[in-house]
């Protein structure tokens, strides 16, 4: 195995014997569940009370009643879950020493940062299938349009990376697990916020660009459907970033 | 030994946020030597060695390992060097052959290298029968063991052990001197901190005692030892009678026979130049002090007479020395 590829099976291996994956895991596939069912059943009723008006079957939009609200809430709840994965990587370590274990060893920091980030990363993704099965089953009983649906699992994905790279950067700050959650919870709300902020702005040039630093627009593009560079650079960028400093902060840390 | 400079050091120093952990260290290491840092707890031993393996940044002066700057090429230096900590840092998770397997994938060992590696190892230290328990439900001294494989692993160049038996039982502790002077025969050059006199002495070809941040005296053992001249005369005196130490000392200072002298908890250690005559004036003094002695000796001295000579003062306080032969 390449040092990254060790590192990547031994975070694995402590994150499955311990029970922080099954427990975020279970709660994530939960809400996603939840979500799910109770935008299907308000698509229910939709259908029923617009037949009681026109009368007649109405062909229901489940993309826009069901997928992307699933979506734009699972992209909520992920700042408040990703937090919690991404807490012990290199905060426990650091606690435990066992992080020197990796400093001494020839193998850079860049490789380390990544391959934490990459663990965690897997995990994510691996939970991020096993919803799948919420839309194919949908798809049993009626029918939608997918494309919206790959793009919005795509703007997932891209969401969870920068979610995780920032968790990884709070935890590298601090040795306490709860305090590096706590900072990745902030920092997240922080750039989501932004939007909002750059809305009350207004349509000014420095509007534009807070609004841009905001997660939220370039997600919902995604969940729509459409699929722009400018939104794939910008989650690919912001994940880079973090992972940037991360490496900084860790490096320095190496020579207290 | 060659004289080949392994590691060299100029006026090394350490301050963390305001604690200065060591100064103006300075001192070579010759290759396929045993070197040793001697010194009591807070001594800056563990500081110098963690600079040494680039875990640390040195505040001033430099330090060099086989030729590499510690802070300019510290890929280079951690290539060729192992460490085994002085606090075990051990995976909660891991088993002990998954730490050494770890470590193999983290130094591009070849798979079939690892594990010949982890079996001569393993059965090294003792640890065969453990090896696939997590390590966290080692023993403490089962750990140190894991920690020194760890340190073994990749097979270094230079060797850094920090206070590696301590809390060990005896045999463990006979059987990792038994390989540190393997390792020594096989070429390896191996520092090691220690708060033992005997290991410093039985174990190291040259040593350097620390106390306070600095270095009090370089040397292999038996030169320190011939350094200091002389013989020891050690009183102790009986219970309640340390109140008349202080009168003794000044008695006894500036007789011809006797070099030096410095108090302990229980009594004096007396410099002499030859313990026949200083024997009959120490008693003479006692007697006329009425100063009560519950036990004298002479002898060579010893590591630990080197440690007081240096430092002013033991390095433990608390008991008394272990037998060291000279
Ligand atoms: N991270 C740190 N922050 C602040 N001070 C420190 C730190 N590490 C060590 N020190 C201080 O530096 C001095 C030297 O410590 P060091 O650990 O090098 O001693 P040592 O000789 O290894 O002692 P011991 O025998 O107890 O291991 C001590 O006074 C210690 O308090
Ligand atoms: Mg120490």
């Known amino acids: ?256 | 030994m060659d004289q080949t400079v392994a590691i060299e050091t100029a006026r090394l120093g350490k301050v963390y946020d305001g604690v200065t952990a060591i100064q103006e260290l300075s001192f070579k290491v010759f290759a396929g030597e045993i070197f040793g840092l001697l010194g009591p707890n807070g001594a800056g031993k563990s500081t110098t060695l963690r600079i040494l393996i680039t875990l640390l940044r040195p505040t001033t002066g430099q330090a060099t390992v086989l030729g590499h700057d510690v802070v300019r090429e510290a890929d280079c230096v951690r290539r060729s060097v192992g460490y085994v900590p002085q606090e075990r840092a051990i995976d909660r998770f891991l088993t002990g052959r998954e730490h050494l397997l770890l470590l193999g994938d983290l130094y591009h060992l070849s798979k079939d290298e690892t594990q010949r590696r982890i079996a001569e190892l393993l059965k090294l230290v003792d640890l065969e029968d453990q090896a696939d328990r997590p390590a966290k439900t080692y023993s403490g001294g089962m750990k140190r063991k894991l920690d020194i494989a760890c340190g073994l692993l990749p097979n270094p160049k230079i060797l850094f052990l920090d206070e590696p038996t301590l809390g060990l039982d005896v045999q463990s502790r006979l059987r990792i001197w038994d390989y540190v002077r393997h390792l020594h025969e096989r070429g390896m050059t191996i520092v090691l901190t220690t708060n033992y006199l005997d290991e410093a002495d039985r174990l190291c070809d040259r040593l350097a005692i620390i106390d306070g941040g600095r270095i009090k005296a370089l040397g292999s053992p038996s030169e320190l030892k011939a350094g200091l001249g002389g013989d020891i005369v050690s009183v102790i005196l009986g219970a309640g009678e340390m109140t008349r130490v202080e009168a003794l000392a000044s008695a006894l200072k500036g007789l011809p026979s006797i070099k030096s002298i410095s108090t302990k908890p229980t009594g004096l250690d007396i410099r002499v130049e030859s313990p026949e005559k200083a024997l009959p004036a120490v008693l003479e003094a006692a007697n006329r002090l009425a100063c009560r002695i519950e036990f004298i000796d002479y002898h060579r001295p010893r590591l630990d007479d080197v440690f007081v000579a240096h430092t002013g003062h033991a390095i433990r306080e608390e008991f008394p020395m272990e037998n060291v032969e000279s």
């Open chain 1, 1 to 256: 195995m390449t040092p990254v590829q060790a590192i990547i099976a031994k975070e694995l291996r402590s994150y499955f014997v311990s029970p922080i994956v099954y427990a975020v895991g279970a709660v994530f596939l939960l809400i996603f569940g939840v979500l799910s069912y109770v935008f299907v059943v308000n698509a229910g009723n939709q259908a029923v009370r617009l037949m009681q008006v026109q009368g007649a079957a109405a062909q229901l939009n489940l993309n826009d009643l069901v997928l992307r609200p699933t979506f734009s809430f699972m992209a909520i709840f992920l700042m408040l879950l990703l937090p919690i994965l991404t807490m012990r990587t290199f905060a426990e370590e650091r606690k435990l020493r066992t992080v020197e274990l990796l400093m001494t060893s020839p193998i850079g920091i860049n490789e380390i940062v990544v391959a934490k980030f990459l663990s965690v990363y897997l995990i994510f993704l691996g939970l991020l299938t096993l919803t799948g099965i919420a839309p194919l089953i949908l798809s049993l009983f009626s029918s939608f349009d997918w494309n919206p649906v790959f793009t919005g699992y795509l703007a997932l994905a891209l969401l969870g990376a920068m979610f995780l790279a920032t968790g990884v950067l709070a935890s590298a700050l601090t040795e306490n697990q709860i305090v590096a959650a706590f900072l990745s919870f902030g920092l997240l709300i922080l750039v989501w916020l932004l939007g909002g902020l750059g809305n009350v702005l207004g349509d000014t040039s420095i509007g534009n660009t807070i609004a841009y630093l905001s997660f939220i627009e370039h997600f919902d593009r995604l969940t729509r459907g459409l699929v722009d560079t400018k939104d794939l650079v910008y989650y690919l960028s912001s994940m880079v970033l973090m992972l940037f400093l991360a490496h900084r902060v860790v490096e320095s840390q190496r020579w207290k």
